[in-house]
């Protein structure tokens, strides 16, 4: 890094602007190798107060008796280009860290080369690799489903941030609830809040924003309803987006206080918030093209007019229903029924009329029948009807309830139109006989209930063989 001559700013003020607002640990060492500047971050990390770092030797933060000597000669030796290593500081209070450090030289013109450490914890880089390591583990399961997957990745974040427990939760206000929730212990308790305002994901999802606290009690959340409910020690959120709308939070709790959440640990959240996001988009995504599939499927199966199945969709059922009669010995009965007169229904109220009670038709009939009966329209004004593993006297009760029913319908055209009545043919299946052959039948007997005057149900009266 190279800094022009004349700089408007002498150099610790110019570290300062550059490096205090620095989410990593950042110390810069001058030729004598004595540490000119510090961020906050480097003295969280090393445990010393800000004024106490300067003036140090690098070397004084050495661990000498395990200090690698090149490693040493490295860190206070004039720097050419960019380097990395890793090396054993010492804090404040004699604690180990092992820390990976970048340096990189650090040209200041007039006042001389200096070098900046950039220090990273080993332990905490190895476990956020570690972190983001299972997350992709996760990810990459596609036998998992989707809650197996969210619940696994709240499982990660829990041991990772050391918390007691994890809430997803969606929507605002109103429309604010709990989908997903994780307890580390099963001895501990967590209470529900009922509404979006009594939670603090509700402070997460409002504000946008991450939001840490790793003393609760003495924060502005210890006077809020949340608190009061859930008295937490620490707590950790992160908003959860799809595209720039903010769905919901993901949420970490602890009982007790801790230390201060790192950069690093905001940055995690956010990663394990971002993949909520795309589980979430990705879901919507299936359900959209589920919803999609099923619309065609439905599309493909129904008829436009009145919502029955169509024509296609009862000659399959109709197959398979044949074919577990034969594995059953159970009768299948068909009936083809036909709406008497009408093409005088078309001529007296038009075509649109004659849709209305066609449709009329349909759902005063689909009311009548069982769940296991399946109703379709066959085409114009002729419909079937299945009735699964049902003798044909059996049948004949149904379909009598039917006749009666549409006899009183409410019918469009202000009472020019008579009585809607049908003519029904009724077939029993016989042993291997075809889907064609049985509707054949029951066909028959439908025209036969007109030719004996309409207005009746004909049963083909043929004797099985």
Same mark, same amino acid.
């Given at each position: 890094m190279r800094v022009r001559d004349g700089a408007a700013l002498a150099p610790p003020l110019l570290f300062e602007q550059l490096f205090d607002r620095w989410s990593q640990a950042v110390v810069v060492v001058d030729g004598r190798d004595e540490i000119v500047f510090s961020n906050p971050v480097a003295s969280r990390l090393l445990k010393y107060e800000q004024r106490d770092l300067q003036g140090t030797s690098l070397s004084a933060l050495m661990r000498?008796?395990?200090?690698?000597?090149?490693?040493?000669?490295?860190?206070?030796?004039?720097?050419?280009?960019?380097?990395?290593?890793?090396?054993?500081?010492?804090?404040?209070?004699?604690?180990?860290?092992?820390?990976?450090?970048?340096?990189e030289p650090l040209a200041l013109g007039k006042s001389g080369n200096h070098k900046i450490l950039i220090i990273r914890e080993l332990d905490q880089r190895l476990a956020e690799e570690g972190l983001l390591a299972g997350l992709h583990c996760i990810n990459a399961d596609q036998v998992r489903s989707m809650p197996e997957r969210i619940d696994a990745m709240l499982e990660l974040g829990l041991q990772h941030f050391g918390m007691s427990f994890a809430v997803v939760t969606s929507g605002k206000s109103d429309q604010w609830q709990v989908n997903w929730h994780k307890l580390r212990a099963p001895g501990q308790t967590f209470v529900m809040p009922s509404n979006c305002e009594d939670s603090y994901c509700g402070y997460v999802v409002n504000s946008e924003s991450t939001l840490a606290f790793n003393d609760v009690a003495n924060s502005f +959340? /210890?006077?809020?309803?949340?608190?009061?409910?859930?008295?937490?020690?620490?707590?950790?959120?992160?908003?959860?987006? !799809?595209? &720039?709308e903010v769905i919901g939070a993901l949420c970490f709790g602890g009982i007790e206080a801790r230390a201060e959440f790192t950069p690093a640990d905001m940055r995690l959240l956010q990663v394990l918030a971002e993949w909520l996001s795309q589980e979430v988009a990705r879901d919507r995504q299936t359900q959209g093209w589920q919803q999609r599939e099923r619309l065609l499927q439905e599309q493909a199966v129904t008829d436009e007019l009145t919502g029955l199945f169509n024509r296609r969709f009862l000659q399959e059922?109709?197959?398979?229903?044949?074919? +577990? /009669?034969?594995?059953?010995?159970?009768?299948?009965?068909?009936?083809?029924?036909?709406?008497?007169?009408?093409?005088? !229904?078309? &001529?007296?109220?038009?075509?649109?009329?004659?849709?209305q009670v066609l449709k009329a038709f349909s759902e005063c009939a689909r009311k009548r029948l069982r769940r296991p009966d399946v109703l379709g329209r066959w085409g114009g004004e002729e419909f079937v009807i299945i009735f699964p593993q049902t003798p044909v006297a059996e049948a004949m009760i149904s379909l009598q309830r039917v006749a009666d029913a549409v006899r009183h319908l409410s019918l469009p055209g202000d009472g020019r139109l008579p009585p809607l009545t049908l003519s029904i043919g009724v077939a029993g299946s016989r042993i291997s006989e075809s889907p064609d052959q049985l509707l054949i039948r029951a066909d028959t007997a439908m025209y036969q209930a007109k030719q004996a005057g309409r207005n009746r149900i004909e049963v083909c009266r043929q004797a099985k063989h």
């Open positions: 000498l008796d395990r200090a690698d000597a090149l490693c040493k000669e490295t860190l206070i030796k004039p720097l050419t280009h960019i380097q990395e290593l890793a090396v054993l500081l010492k804090r404040s209070d004699g604690s180990p860290l092992a820390a990976e450090i970048t340096l +959340l /210890a006077k809020e309803p949340c608190y009061g409910l859930n008295p937490l020690g620490s707590f950790l959120g992160g908003p959860i987006r !799809v595209g &720039d059922s109709l197959q398979k229903e044949l074919r +577990l /009669a034969r594995q059953t010995g159970r009768e299948v009965t068909v009936a083809v029924i036909d709406c008497d007169h009408f093409k005088q !229904v078309n &001529d007296t109220i038009g075509h649109v009329g004659g849709d």
